[in-house]
């Protein structure tokens, strides 16, 4: 079974500053991707960015990049240039060869201050 | 392209009522999955399918009840509602394969009295 502990339940952050999400990850299988998503007030279910498990390269999508670091079973979202519209939950997933569906961790709420 | 349709968006219940949310995709992905998040919660699988024919139980299946029987479509059943099952719920379907991202329906807020 795979497992997402998200340690941060909520954060600030200044408009136009960056942040750090964090996330780690427990699984047995060698095959795995990490997932983040973002989830307004409006509560859709957004997907930002994907990781790999055997990607060499750390993933970058815009403003979003996925600060991967296997050995520490770590996958941290950073957001750089934050907005106001970046105010929302956030959600760090794992999905396994072995597993049908992704495992969710508990989120991050987090929040722009103007 | 409508992706994953969840009816209805909103629910209310009485405790032992039973109901249908009903959950259709047009992307002919094999998985699909229904999960709840809970008020300030992150989301749990209920149950899930790799296929026509096949489902699984999830985390926390018990009350619910699921079938599969065209690749479309994934409704969740209510067997007998209870205030505890108040929550959101999502449907989500992908294709197969571990770096697969799932898409989701635009849940359905029920509410058990």
């Known amino acids: 079974a795979q497992k997402i502990t998200q340690t941060q339940p909520g954060m600030f952050v200044q408009e136009k500053e960056a942040v750090t999400l964090d996330c780690t990850y427990d699984t047995s299988d060698p095959s795995y991707g990490l997932f983040w998503y973002k989830q307004p007030s409006s509560g859709e279910m957004i997907f930002l960015i994907y990781?790999?498990?055997?990607?060499?390269q750390n993933a970058t999508e815009g403003r979003y990049s996925l600060n991967f670091q296997k050995a520490r079973k770590s996958a941290n979202l950073v957001i750089s240039a934050s907005q106001l519209g970046d105010s929302a939950m956030y959600f760090c997933?794992?999905?396994?060869?072995?597993?049908?569906?992704?495992?969710f961790g508990g989120g991050t709420r987090l929040m722009v201050k103007p | 392209n409508a992706g994953v349709t969840q009816t209805p968006k909103f629910q209310v219940l009485k405790t032992g009522q039973s109901m249908t949310l009903q959950c259709a995709q047009d992307m002919n992905h094999e998985y699909m999955s229904w999960y709840r998040q809970d008020p300030g919660m992150g989301l749990r699988l209920i149950h899930y399918?790799?296929?026509?024919?096949?489902?699984d139980q999830g985390e926390v299946p018990n009350g619910y009840n699921v079938s599969r029987s065209t690749t479309e479509d994934f409704p969740l059943r209510l067997l007998s509602a209870a205030p505890s099952q108040t929550s959101v719920y999502f449907c989500?379907?992908?294709?197969?394969?571990?770096?697969?991202?799932?898409?989701f329906g635009s849940g359905t807020q029920l509410s058990v009295l």
């Open positions: 997933a794992i999905g396994t060869n072995a597993g049908n569906m992704l495992t």
């Open positions: 399918s790799v296929g026509a024919g096949i489902t």
């Open positions: 990781q790999g498990s055997y990607d060499q």
């Open positions: 989500a379907s992908r294709p197969g394969g571990s770096n697969e991202k799932l898409f």
